[in-house]
């Protein structure tokens, strides 16, 4: 158990709707990462908060948006759904502003299937 | 800009055999180098980072990666490989920046 919670573990939704992931960090992580993982692109980095600011933005479209509260956990939210956004959404934490020097924990990732 | 290439999409291996899963990478400056392991079904599990210093670096599991910077290459090792080592592995890079960039993996079947 890495520590890093995620919910809903799926979620079945259609075209056109929107959908929010939620993370809840490693008790003590600052920093939360979101990565899409996809069968045609692997796994694809979208946005890293780093106590509630956010820090680095990967390939996330603007459909997608993200906060991190004050509580430190973080929500992903995805709109306008379409069935190219069926993925596994992982949300990973750590205690560094940055990745590169220090391992990420992974939560066991949300499935979204867009119908 | 940073990438990370894993050049074989599958690896297979027999039970007791050593295993090597390639990763080469391209940065500028100095390349902070990561493992990590998915099995099915769960988030990805860190197993071994280059930061600096020994080229050698040893890990969870008994994996073991080493960093050739003329091939920039980080190639994750294992002397005698178990049937549960079967999974997806990735291999990462960062650098002085905030972003982390995963390879597109690399499953690792081991044959009993």
């Known amino acids: 158990d890495s520590g890093v919670t995620q919910t809903p573990k799926h979620l079945i939704t259609a075209t056109g709707q929107r959908v929010t992931l939620r993370c809840s960090p490693r008790?003590?992580?600052?920093?939360v990462y979101w990565y899409q993982q996809s069968l045609d692109q692997g796994l694809q980095f979208l946005i890293q908060?780093?106590?509630?600011?956010?820090?680095a933005k990967g390939n996330i479209l603007e459909r997608f948006s993200a906060q991190q509260f004050p509580d430190l956990h973080s929500e992903l939210n995805l709109s306008s759904l379409e069935l190219g956004d069926s993925a596994l959404y992982f949300c990973?934490?750590?205690?560094?502003?940055?990745?590169?020097?220090?391992?990420?924990?992974f939560g066991e990732g949300s499935r979204l299937t867009v119908l | 800009a940073q990438s990370v290439a894993q050049p074989e999409d599958q690896v297979n291996v027999a039970e007791g055999n050593p295993l090597t899963v390639k990763c080469t990478y391209s940065?500028?400056?100095?390349?902070?180098l990561f493992w990590y392991v998915q099995y099915p079904n769960r988030g990805l599990q860190f197993l071994l980072k280059?930061?600096?210093?020994?080229?050698l670096v040893k890990g969870s599991y008994g994996f073991e990666a080493e960093f050739n910077k003329s091939q920039t290459s980080f190639h994750l090792k294992k002397p005698s490989a178990l049937v549960s080592d079967s999974a997806l592995y990735f291999c990462?890079?960062?650098?002085?920046?905030?972003?982390?960039?995963f390879g597109a993996g690399t499953r690792l079947f081991v044959k009993a």
């Open positions: 990973a934490s750590s205690a560094r502003v940055s990745a590169n020097t220090g391992e990420l924990f």
């Open positions: 008790s003590g992580d600052l920093s």
């Open positions: 908060y780093y106590n509630g600011e956010e820090r």
């Open positions: 940065v500028s400056g100095n390349p902070y």
């Open positions: 280059y930061i600096t210093g020994d080229n």
């Open positions: 990462a890079v960062g650098t002085g920046g905030f972003k982390t960039i």
